[in-house]
T-cell receptor
Framework: GDSVTQMEGPVTLSEEAFLTINCTYTATGYPSLFWYVQYPGEGLQLLLKATKADDKGSNKGFEATYRKETTSFHLEKGSVQVSDSAVYFCALTSLSGTYKYIFGTGTRLKVLA | ETGVTQSPTHLIKTRGQQVTLRCSSQSGHNTVSWYQQALGQGPQFIFQYYREEENGRGNFPPRFSGLQFPNYSSELNVNALELDDSALYLC?????????????FGPGTRLTVL
């Protein structure tokens, strides 16, 4: 079945460091891909999305490119801030059966001042 | 535009009890999906409602049931609560069924089963 694999955390970085969070997927067809962010005690907020191969999603300095050949959607940011500390979830829309999201297990990011 | 809202925020129940969680979808959205997020895990799909009908279900037992109302708000009911039901329950709304439209999540209801 469809699945999403994320790099395990926690990831700890100093402020202004470069961030990469790896995400790979297995899916039937060509799903849309998403990154969601969850701040402590809150629900999920959409960070960015890409709906077809080679699309680049971007928002608030974060970017991710839909790579069909490597089935990947890695999240990057050039310079992280303390306020970026949160849990990041990679997700895809499952096209088999009911339209639903399949999430990865999440990667916790901690940014130190 | 009002976002997705959920109630209550927190809930504590004992094993064997029943619980009802509520969700109001974002304005203009006709599809509601429910997810269970255990501590330290990603959300798991429970089921989806489209125009008051269940439109698909994840790997959850029948004691998890739901409703969608004509105004597209929704309820999640869980009977015979078990300790493993302790989790954050997330509701998400979207504007179309069977498409790749983005789902917008509410803040969640934290359920603790003792």
């Amino acid at each position: 079945g469809d699945s999403v694999t994320q790099m395990e955390g926690p990831v700890t970085l100093s402020e202004e460091a470069f961030l990469t969070i790896n995400c790979t997927y297995t899916a039937t067809g060509y799903p849309s891909l998403f990154w969601y962010v969850q701040y402590p005690g809150e629900g999920l907020q959409l960070l960015l999305k890409a709906t077809k191969a080679d699309d680049k999603g971007s928002n608030k300095g974060f970017e991710a490119t839909y790579r069909k050949e490597t089935t990947s959607f890695h999240l990057e940011k050039g310079s992280v801030q303390v306020s970026d500390s949160a849990v990041y979830f990679c997700a895809l829309t499952s096209l088999s059966g009911t339209y639903k999201y399949i999430f990865g297990t999440g990667t916790r990011l901690k940014v130190l001042a | 535009e009002t976002g997705v809202t959920q109630s209550p925020t927190h809930l504590i129940k004992t094993r064997g009890q029943q619980v009802t969680l509520r969700c109001s979808s974002q304005s203009g959205h006709n599809t509601v999906s429910w997810y269970q997020q255990a501590l330290g895990q990603g959300p798991q799909f429970i089921f989806q409602y489209y125009r008051e009908e269940e439109n698909g279900r994840g790997n959850f037992p029948p004691r998890f049931s739901g409703l969608q109302f004509p105004n597209y708000s929704s309820e999640l009911n869980v009977n015979a609560l078990e300790l493993d039901d302790s989790a954050l329950y997330l509701c998400a709304s979207s504007s179309a069924e069977g498409s790749t439209d983005t789902q917008y999540f509410g803040p969640g209801t934290r359920l603790t089963v003792l």
